[in-house]
T-cell receptor, first 113, second 113 residues
Framework: AQSVTQLGSHVSVSEGALVLLRCNYS??????LFWYVQYPNQGLQLLLK??????LVKGINGFEAEFKKSETSFHLTKPSAHMSDAAEYFC???????????FGQGTELSVKP | AAGVIQSPRHLIKEKRETATLKCYPI?????VYWYQQGPGQDPQFLIS???????DKGSIPDRFSAQQFSDYHSELNMSSLELGDSALYFC????????????FGPGTRLTVT
């Protein structure tokens, strides 16, 4: 079955430290891949997307993600965490490239001062 | 820039009542999606419409129905409400030709008592 796996439901980093949020998908055919951020009681904001162009994708707020076909991964990184990055992050996959998104379980990012 | 508008933002209903959620997509977007996010869960795809026709269907209960109108706004109708229907309902819109990059509204929080 098509699924999305986010390793770690909670990740805690210190301010200024590297952020690494993991996402793996389950398909031999590269799908469309997305990362969304959700602040408490708010909607989902698109951070970045991969749609079969460059494998290293840059998004908003200093985030980037690298598509690795061999690892079926699309991990999200940010070189230096900021307090305002504390939120829930969702990886989402469009397996059929037709719009229906399947979301991972989400990773809650905490940033310590 | 204009965003996706959802109304109402909050809704409280009793069991067995009906509810109608409305979604107004970003201007010129031709595709609308509905997602349900239970407490502490990831969003689950319900249904989508492209050019006023249903384009995909997910885990939407038979008690729910939806449609997209000529002005592209969409409504999700929910009948015989159950306690388990309490959730955050998101609408997203996209332009089908732009790799289905979805922009989410702020959501409608439905509470069934």
């Amino acid at each position: 079955a098509q699924s999305v796996t986010q390793l770690g439901s909670h990740v805690s980093v210190s301010e200024g430290a590297l952020v690494l949020l993991r996402c793996n998908y389950s398909s031999s055919v590269p799908p469309y891949l997305f990362w969304y951020v959700q602040y408490p009681n708010q909607g989902l904001q698109l951070l970045l997307k991969y749609t079969s162009a460059a494998t290293l994708v840059k998004g908003i707020n200093g985030f980037e993600a690298e598509f690795k076909k061999s690892e079926t991964s699309f991990h999200l990184t940010k070189p230096s965490a900021h307090m305002s990055d504390a939120a829930e992050y969702f990886c989402a996959v469009d397996y059929n490239q037709g719009g229906k998104l399947i979301f991972g379980q989400g990773t809650e990012l905490s940033v310590k001062p | 820039a204009a965003g996706v508008i959802q109304s109402p933002r909050h809704l409280i209903k009793e069991k067995r009542e009906t509810a109608t959620l409305k979604c107004y997509p970003i201007p010129r977007h031709d595709t609308v999606y509905w997602y349900q996010q239970g407490p502490g869960q990831d969003p689950q795809f319900l249904i989508s419409f492209y050019e006023k026709m249903q384009s995909d269907k997910g885990s939407i209960p038979d008690r729910f129905s939806a449609q997209q109108f000529s002005d592209y706004h969409s409504e999700l109708n929910m009948s015989s409400l159950e306690l388990g229907d309490s959730a955050l309902y998101f609408c997203a819109s996209s332009l089908a030709k732009s790799s289905y990059e979805q922009y989410f509204g702020p959501g409608t929080r439905l509470t069934v008592t």
